[in-house]
């Protein structure tokens, strides 16, 4: 801004200048002779005073503002050590003070960027029915959480005085209020607050998140068990101490001087001591075959809960899945019964059981509506069939493996994929009877099924955890820096492929936010002379005393 003060105003008096750039005479003086005396190598001094070397630094500054803090969960100070260890501290003000106008002016300048593009992309989206993720996480503040789960875009990221129904109903209403969206469907724990607000109030479906389920369980199996095996450890350690106890004393007893009258019996007492370490030994083979058993019970619960069958591509009704899923749960309750669980511990796999109704409608829900997805285009049945049992299951799988945690799980499931994709390939002539606007409807409602069946909330979970490192660094988050942050994921955060959530959901680019920063905000004058610390009065003459 000085430099273009300058540069751009040769004609105008120093008056003039100071006046336009609304700081104190002395300061612009400062400046001017702070100019001609930078400690620096005479070509940077050159290039950095420049108009060119302005609009780089420029950049540079923001870019280091807009990375440390909005990108990433650090504090304005770490922008003033990387501007000193750069040596920038030299032609740029470094200071805390200066440096925090430059992070509120550019806060204020991300969210207007936010409500301006979706002012501008609004109206041009096409109509959706989408599903959505909830959660609430505390700061302490309650603060509601909800994104879009194709797209990953934050429709509600607010404080909030509560966490009731009609408050999750009236925020998200106002959220979505400029948009043409209808949510369908909101996959989140089982919190009253949501669920009433989800089912009642939007008249959506609601579909349980697998992994408080699985975690329910876990909470109610895992600790236990791992507690028995970890004694039968320690039985099994203190057996085999006993059983060369008395080996040693047998031997320490025959190697020393002879004894007068019979010797103990030391082959019952040894043969004593094995018998209890076999039983040890076999009682710690039950507690480890307990505990890997409720795993992959508990394992098999994600695996089964899935509308198309992972090896063979088939879909899954909804009374073979509930059929599989209270399998499982007859497993863990067999384990908790054998094992001889605590109440506590069977409460919870009961607890996490009343979840099942809600899992097996949510296939229900899945299958009637991609019927419906597909049924509206009135195609053939012989191309209705493969879409149904190839082209959907295909995407379903190519998508499930994006997700597997192992190497042989993703493998598996792009082959399985590849094999339903080259299925398709040998009945391209079924879709031949279609135009090429029509095949790629086909196509994209094909993804939009695929999609459709959401069993997981890990965006909202992943996002609340992002949210928890931005608390414990700022101990404190704004509605304005809340705003800003929500406005950084949805417009600039992207993912591999380049693509940010406003392009997703909206189906055109937004605009490049960091130009925009660009022109909105300012770089910072130069360094301020530098002030010595001041001391009290009491300091300096203790400091002489001593």
Not at 71 to 79: A, E, Q
Not at 164 to 176: C, I
Not at 206 to 232: C, I, M, R, T, Y
Request: charged share 30%; proline share 4%.
């Amino acid at each position: 801004m000085f430099q273009k003060a300058v540069d751009g105003q040769q004609g105008l008096s120093e008056r003039q200048i100071f006046e336009l750039l609304d700081v104190p005479r002395s300061t612009l003086q400062h400046w001017l002779d702070r100019k001609d005396n930078i400690d620096e190598d005479p070509q940077l001094v050159d290039f950095l005073e420049s108009p060119v070397g302005v609009a780089f630094m420029h950049r540079l500054v923001l870019a280091a503002q807009f990375v440390i803090t909005m990108v990433k969960p650090c504090g304005i100070r770490l922008v003033s050590l990387y501007l000193e260890l750069t040596g920038l501290d030299r032609f740029v003000a470094a200071s805390y003070g200066a440096q925090q106008k430059v992070s509120s002016q550019m806060e204020k300048a991300i969210v207007k960027f936010g409500d301006e593009e979706r002012a501008r992309l609004a109206p041009g989206m096409a109509p959706k029915k989408v599903s959505i993720c909830e959660d609430e996480t505390f700061h302490p503040e309650t603060c509601l959480v909800g994104i879009e789960s194709v797209s990953n875009f934050i429709f509600l990221e607010k404080y909030a005085p509560n966490r009731k129904a009609e408050e999750w109903t009236n925020s998200l209403n106002e959220a979505l209020a400029d948009l043409p969206v209808e949510v369908i469907q909101c996959t989140s724990d089982e919190g009253k607050g949501i669920v009433h607000h989800v089912e009642k109030d939007l008249g959506a479906h609601h579909s349980p998140d697998v992994f408080h389920v699985q975690n329910e369980v876990v909470k109610g199996v895992s600790a236990a068990l791992a507690a028995k095996k970890k004694k039968a450890e320690k039985d099994v350690e203190r057996a085999e101490k006993e059983v060369e106890k008395k080996t040693g004393e047998k031997e320490t007893y025959f190697n020393s001087d002879p004894h007068t009258g019979r010797p103990p019996q030391f082959d019952k007492r040894i043969e004593e001591a094995k018998e209890r370490e076999a039983e040890a030994k076999k009682l710690l083979e039950w507690a480890q075959s307990y505990q890997e058993d409720a795993k992959n019970a508990i394992r098999g619960i994600s695996r089964d809960y899935h509308p198309y069958d992972l090896e063979t591509g088939k879909p899954k009704s909804a009374e073979e899945v509930s059929a599989a899923l209270e399998q499982r749960f007859t497993e863990i309750e067999n384990i908790a019964s054998e094992a001889q669980l605590p109440d506590r511990c069977t409460g919870r796999i009961e607890k996490a059981k009343r979840v099942l109704p809600s899992m097996v409608a949510t296939i229900t829900f899945f299958f009637v509506t991609v019927r419906a997805k597909v049924e509206a285009f009135c195609l053939a049945p012989e191309i209705e069939q493969a879409v149904h049992n190839d082209l959907i299951p295909c995407i379903y799988l190519a998508l499930a493996s994006e997700k597997a945690k192992t190497s042989d799980e993703r493998r598996n499931l792009h082959e399985k994929s590849d094999e339903l994709a080259g299925r398709i390939l040998a009945k391209s002539r079924l879709f031949d009877s279609l135009n090429s606007p029509d095949r790629s409807d086909v196509w994209s409602v094909a993804e939009e099924c695929a999609q459709l069946f959401q069993r997981s909330s890990s965006c909202v979970e992943g996002r609340n955890g992002q949210l928890a490192l931005r608390h414990h660094g700022l101990h404190r988050i704004r509605a304005g820096k809340l705003a800003a942050l929500t406005t950084v994921h949805n417009y600039f955060t992207r993912r591999s492929d380049g693509s940010t959530a406003a392009e997703r959901l909206f189906g055109a680019k937004p605009r490049d936010l960091f130009k925009y920063l660009l022109d909105q905000v300012d770089l910072p004058g130069r360094p301020a002379k530098g002030r010595p610390k001041k001391m009290t009065l009491k300091y300096l003459r203790l400091k002489a005393a001593i």
